[in-house]
């Protein structure tokens, strides 16, 4: 007996161009629970426009997206985050003057109660790495 399981999110027929330019042509990925994924192309290949489709970033042209098995839409990243999609962008725009984890939480950070804003500097516990506690301004772009 065949044992059938429900992708966590599917991205069925995927497209979106910019002016002439098909960035995305009818593309589909299905990701389970679990999974590693890695998305591989090369540059311009529509890598970084299929992952900003789904965090909402960019609106497709066509295709759908399911979660769960379910259609849903995806209009901007506060959809995406409330089905638990988050994205972390490759870019160059980093605070470089704090680690590597707090740029993961910039715009999230820890405010203290009755505070009107508050910059945190979080940082884990006993950081094990050195890329982690280390500023990103003392690491290059590629690491």
Same mark, same amino acid.
């Given at each position: ?17 910019f ?19 890695a ?6 290949a @529509?890598?970084? =426009?299929?992952?900003?489709? +789904?965090?909402? $970033?960019?609106?497709r042209?066509?295709?759908?997206? /399911?979660?769960? &098995? ?13 089905y @638990?999609?988050? =994205?972390?962008?490759?870019? +160059?725009?980093? $605070?470089?003057?704090?680690d590597?984890?707090?740029? /993961?939480?910039? &715009? ?12 945190s ?18 690491v290059?772009?590629?690491?």
């Amino acid at each position: 007996m065949t044992q059938h399981r429900t992708p966590l999110v599917e991205m069925r027929n995927i497209s979106i161009s910019f002016g002439g330019i098909h960035a995305v042509d009818n593309a589909s990925v299905d990701l389970y629970p679990g999974e590693v994924v890695a998305l591989l192309g090369h540059n311009g290949a @529509g890598k970084s =426009t299929l992952i900003k489709v +789904l965090s909402g $970033a960019y609106k497709r042209d066509s295709g759908e997206i /399911l979660i769960n &098995g379910e259609p849903v839409q995806i209009s901007n990243p506060r959809d995406a985050k409330a089905y @638990g999609i988050e =994205t972390i962008y490759q870019t +160059l725009a980093v $605070a470089d003057n704090v680690d590597a984890a707090a740029n /993961l939480y910039l &715009g999230r950070e820890l405010r203290t109660p009755g505070a009107r804003w508050t910059m945190s500097l979080w940082r884990p516990r006993r950081a094990k790495s050195w890329a982690v506690s280390t500023p990103t301004s003392a690491v290059s772009r590629s690491q």
